[in-house]
């Protein structure tokens, strides 16, 4: 059973920063591609970023030049560093990780609230 665990949210004011940290344990071999995606309240769940085995990364346009996604591939861990933060970036955020063996698993998700 693979289970992702995320940690780092808070309280922040705007234009703050907040470091988020996922990890991923139990049977994790071949993690693929790991990512964070967002849900604000009465919104969908939303795409942050994402970050293939091989670095390779991909944000979303509100996202892009704030954001900064990584990954520990020893560790079986993704971070997400958020900078200049704005009352929109509230939700809470998920990880998740997907592998050809174990399909795609989700994390329970950790909150993100940014004050004006």
């Known amino acids: 059973q693979v289970q992702l665990v995320e940690s780092g949210g808070g309280l922040v004011q705007a234009g703050g920063s907040l470091r988020l940290s996922c990890a991923a344990s139990?049977?994790?071999?071949?993690?693929?591609?790991m990512g964070w995606y967002r849900q604000a309240p009465g919104k969908a769940r939303e795409l942050v970023a994402t970050?293939?085995?091989?670095?390779?990364?991909n944000y979303a346009d509100s996202a892009q030049g704030r954001f900064t996604i990584s990954r520990d591939n020893a560790k079986n861990a993704v971070y997400l560093q958020m900078t200049s933060l704005k009352p929109e970036d509230t939700g809470v955020y998920y990880c998740n990780g997907d592998s050809d063996y174990w399909g795609t698993r989700w994390g329970q998700g950790t909150q993100v609230t940014v004050s004006s």
């Open positions: 139990g049977s994790v071999f071949g993690i693929r591609t």
């Open positions: 970050i293939a085995r091989s670095g390779e990364t």
